[in-house]
């Protein structure tokens, strides 16, 4: 698939035309009506998705990741920290996680589809699930690597992306992950001093649907897009700022 520039044009989309006519009405109609304060990473993040979608085989992951928690040391945990696509990294590299899943949760429709939740009709956020080895990696350890790679002061979204859909929030699968949680929260309100308070909600966790197949492991299909947008998007400058590097 061809990847454009946002300052390209056209000029590099004749290999696209012969796929779909809606691919290039919608890149066109993207460009020619983009508001000026709409962030240029955000609007390619869409068109993107918009690609994927059209040219993807398959609608659903079609994998309950709760399937995999069969083992007695086998756990779940799921967090919402804006795009998925930039939750998956950091909760992969870390030893004792078996599956990451990117999917959603919170809304009031059955089976959504990314447009729905896009668009913010569905009421889910983006949300990760993690299925991870209890023996090895415990749930503290989780819950400090989903506040580094968040703001947890922004009540309108994540970075470039803005809406509930994007919102940040930590959906407990027990009494003791809620209790982890709220402990947590109340630490980092503690040790951290933030100019706005900590909006991030706790949650019981919902059913979870996982997302659509172009969306897993974004980050290793098409490094060279993710690291676009997520450069684009402002995140790691914003997470160092709050956290220092």
């Known amino acids: 698939m061809v990847f454009c520039k946002p300052d390209e044009g056209l000029s590099n989309f004749p290999r696209v035309i012969k796929y779909t006519p809606l691919i290039v009405e919608t890149i066109i109609t993207a460009q020619s009506q ?14 993107l998705v918009t690609l994927l979608a ?14 995999e928690a069969t083992s007695q040391n086998h756990a779940i945990a799921t967090f919402a920290g804006g795009c998925f696509w930039c939750m998956e990294p950091p909760f992969d590299k870390l030893k004792g996680v078996i599956s990451t899943t990117s999917g959603y949760m919170g809304g009031h429709v059955d089976q959504p589809t990314y447009q729905q939740v896009a668009r913010g009709s569905s009421g889910h956020a983006e949300v990760l699930q993690v299925v991870y080895d ?42 003791e992950q809620r209790d982890l949680a709220q402990q947590s929260k109340a630490e980092l309100r503690n040790k ?8 991030t909600d706790i949650t019981t966790a919902s059913r979870f649907y996982p997302a659509e197949q172009y969306h897993q492991d974004y980050y290793q299909k098409n490094p060279i897009r993710y690291k676009y947008y997520r450069y684009s998007c ?12």
């Open 54 to 67: 059209l040219l993807s085989y398959h609608a659903l992951a079609g994998t309950d990741t709760t399937s």
């Open 192 to 199: 951290k001093s933030f100019k706005e308070d900590i909006i």
């Open 34 to 47: 983009r508001p000026n304060n709409l962030p240029r990473a955000l609007i390619m993040k869409k068109l």
């Open 234 to 245: 402002g995140r790691d400058n914003r997470l160092e700022a709050l956290w220092g590097k």
């Open 134 to 175: 209890a023996s090895i990696i415990n749930y503290e350890t989780l819950l400090n690597t989903f506040w580094r790679n968040i703001d947890p002061t922004d009540s309108g979204g994540q970075f470039c992306d803005r809406g509930r859909q994007y919102r940040t929030e930590v959906f407990y699968h027990n009494a």
